[in-house]
């Protein structure tokens, strides 16, 4: 886990030594949502453009008997509404992990897999005069894969915070 961190710090040095003469084009931050326990996901911008961006969120979870990961890259159309509020809606999709370890002796519900999923994404945002933003957003996704879900389709809404540089 401490060579995730450090990895992801020195990557966030990198972007941010590349990037010091762009202005404002990348946003890193957290998106905190509830989407089968996916609760929380780093979350990373690029401006492609002055309408369009990418953003790739990478979303964890860790608990006595449940550990998943899952990579979700997104290309989003952005609109201003008026002075600092976007809209902004977008597809993609990503691929996970999951592993479910029961502890009880002599139980046969160890399970494990891997899924790939398409995505759907639409939100208003506020971008404030501080390099600060703050989102709102839906992100309807469909899963295929090893029973990651019974129903194959998880909908997500999640609150975002990013620093912006």
């Known amino acids: 886990m ?5 990895s992801a710090f020195m990557l966030l ?10 202005g404002r084009r990348n946003a890193l931050g957290l998106r905190l949502g509830d989407n089968d326990g996916f609760g929380g996901e780093v979350s990373y ?3 492609l453009s002055d309408n369009n961006r990418l953003e790739v969120d990478l979303g964890w979870r860790d608990s006595d008997h449940y ?8 290309y989003q159309w952005v609109w201003n509404i008026e002075g600092g509020f976007n809209w902004y809606a977008g597809v993609g999709g990503g691929l996970g992990t999951w592993s479910f370890d029961d502890d009880f002796p002599h ?8 899924f790939v999923f398409i995505a759907g994404n ?3 945002e506020y971008n ?3 390099p600060l933003q703050l989102s709102l957003d839906f992100r309807p996704e469909i899963y295929f894969g090893e029973d990651f879900r ?8 999640a609150l975002g915070i990013r620093y912006k540089f």
């Open 13 to 22: 040095a990198i972007a941010l030594t590349a990037n010091a003469q762009e």
């Open 150 to 157: 019974e129903d194959d389709f998880g909908p997500d809404i």
């Open 107 to 114: 139980s046969d519900d160890d399970d494990s897999g891997t």
């Open 122 to 124: 639409i939100g208003i």
């Open 45 to 47: 911008q690029r401006l």
């Open 2 to 6: 401490k060579k995730l961190f450090l």
């Open 128 to 130: 404030f005069d501080i």
């Open 67 to 74: 550990d998943a990961f899952k990579l979700t890259g997104l």
